[in-house]
């Protein structure tokens, strides 16, 4: 059981390590709205290992991207904390063909990831059009970004 939660632990780790290895090169990808931080970022699934796309059901694919989005609330003394939002959205290419994302979340320890896959366009400027909600009681923010992909062949 401890084994199977340390197992686990670790291949999400190296999930997020991923992509935060992979969106390296790109400026720091977020938004900031009154004291909260909207973090997104998005890799192509093959940047992923096999053991930690397997254990998160991601099918690894030069031709499949993966969307990650995480909600941080800064507090008083500087810190942020992970905040448990709802996310939705789609993506566009050229032609505006719209392929709707479905996110799902991901606990681990005090963290809070949403994430979801889609289909990459090679060589083509890929917009994302998302609402996250991480206010019961306020409307959803809008978060659009531009990113365009290049599958390996």
């Known amino acids: 059981m401890v084994y199977r939660a340390l197992r686990r632990t670790t291949l999400l780790t190296t999930l ?16 900031r709205i009154g004291d909260y931080e909207i973090h997104y ?6 940047f992923l290992t096999p053991e930690v796309a397997q254990a998160h059901g991601i099918q690894r694919s030069a031709g499949h991207g993966l969307v990650n989005v995480s909600v941080r609330e800064r507090q008083e003394d500087g ?3 992970a905040v448990n939002a709802s996310v939705q959205g789609h993506v566009t290419g050229l032609t505006d063909v719209q ?17 979801a896959t889609f289909a990459l366009r090679h060589d083509e400027p890929t917009r ?18 531009i990113q365009r992909f290049y599958i390996e062949r």
């Open 16 to 31: 997020l390590c991923s992509l935060l290895l992979a969106t390296q090169a790109v400026a720091e990808q977020l938004v």
């Open 128 to 145: 994302f059009n998302l609402d996250v909600r991480y206010d019961r009681n306020a409307s959803p923010e809008r978060v659009s970004f």
């Open 99 to 115: 392929e709707s994302l479905s996110f799902r979340t991901v606990h681990d320890g005090d963290a809070t990831y949403h994430l």
């Open 79 to 81: 810190s942020t904390r």
């Open 41 to 46: 970022s998005a890799v192509a699934t093959s």
